[in-house]
């Protein structure tokens, strides 16, 4: 069941159990608040819980338990601002947790034990600024087991916040910064800043802590595995 809302506050519900192509329980095309809610059980294609294209605010939330091809909140467009929340036991190919594709916001808010092939927790192509996040016990099964940044305009800030014990079975176990698909003369790869971030026990093939083959910049930041 997609619902479509526009300038619309919700405050302690419950969605549950909805499934359809984008936006499983949620599809957002306006302006959108969503206040101690718990999102739990969707399927979709892109974003089980919520698909965004307007414009998102999110605080105190749970987002559990959904599976989707793309994120359990997916960012398409517009912009999204993430507070508070919980995201937790989501499963997709990308991004179990998170998929940004439009400018994103995510502020003290944990991403625990989330499952995708591709960034286990978070994965970013657009432009992403977390602060006072912990990533942790996330897995991929390829690469990236908590945090993905990949593509064309990837652009992601990480500071103040905690990278712990997750896992890939190949490449970036706790980050993996990729290169954007690079056309001649163009200086198209990805962007990292990590900012006062412990990234340790994490666990992959190559880099357990970070794998970077693009642009990563770190400052402050201890890298134990």
Same mark, same amino acid.
């Given at each position: 069941?997609?619902?479509?809302?526009?300038?619309?506050?919700?405050?302690?519900?419950?969605?549950?159990?909805?499934?359809?192509?984008?936006?499983?329980?949620?599809?957002?095309?306006?302006?959108?608040?969503?206040? &101690?809610? @718990?999102?739990?059980? !969707?399927? *979709?294609?892109? #974003?089980? %819980?919520?698909? =965004?294209?307007?414009? +998102?605010?999110?605080?105190?939330?749970?987002?559990?338990?959904?599976?989707?091809?793309?994120?359990?909140?997916?960012?398409?467009?517009?912009?999204?601002?993430?507070?508070?929340?919980?995201?937790?036991?989501?499963?997709?190919?990308?991004?179990?947790?998170?998929?940004?594709?439009?400018?994103?916001?995510?502020? &003290?808010? @944990?991403?625990?034990? !989330?499952? *995708?092939?591709? #960034?286990? %927790?978070?994965? =970013?192509?657009?432009? +992403?600024?977390?602060?006072?996040?912990?990533?942790?016990?996330?897995?991929?099964?390829?690469?990236?087991?908590?945090?993905?940044?990949?593509?064309?305009?990837?652009?992601?800030?990480?500071?103040?916040?905690?990278?712990?014990?997750?896992?890939?079975?190949?490449?970036?176990?706790?980050?993996?910064?990729?290169?954007?698909?690079?056309?001649?003369?163009?200086?198209?790869?990805?962007?990292?800043?990590?900012? =006062?971030?412990?990234?340790?026990?994490?666990?992959?093939?190559?880099?357990?802590?970070?794998?970077?083959?693009?642009?990563?910049?770190?400052?402050?930041?201890?890298?134990?595995?």
């Amino acid at each position: 069941a997609v619902v479509s809302m526009q300038l619309l506050s919700l405050t302690g519900a419950s969605v549950q159990k909805g499934s359809d192509a984008g936006g499983g329980a949620v599809l957002n095309a306006g302006t959108l608040r969503m206040d &101690d809610c @718990t999102i739990f059980g !969707n399927r *979709a294609y892109s #974003g089980a %819980a919520i698909m =965004n294209r307007g414009k +998102l605010v999110l605080q105190r939330c749970v987002v559990a338990a959904n599976s989707a091809g793309t994120g359990a909140v997916f960012a398409y467009a517009g912009s999204t601002d993430v507070k508070d929340c919980v995201f937790e036991e989501n499963s997709a190919y990308a991004g179990a947790g998170l998929v940004s594709f439009a400018p994103t916001w995510v502020s &003290d808010s @944990t991403f625990r034990r !989330n499952h *995708a092939t591709e #960034g286990g %927790a978070v994965f =970013n192509a657009d432009q +992403l600024l977390m602060e006072g996040c912990n990533v942790v016990d996330n897995d991929a099964e390829n690469v990236g087991g908590g945090i993905m940044n990949a593509g064309l305009f990837a652009r992601l800030i990480l500071r103040d916040s905690a990278v712990t014990n997750n896992s890939a079975v190949h490449k970036g176990g706790g980050l993996l910064v990729t290169e954007g698909d690079l056309k001649e003369g163009e200086n198209t790869s990805s962007a990292v800043e990590v900012v =006062n971030v412990s990234i340790s026990g994490n666990h992959a093939l190559q880099g357990a802590g970070v794998f970077n083959s693009g642009t990563l910049t770190l400052n402050a930041t201890d890298v134990i595995g």
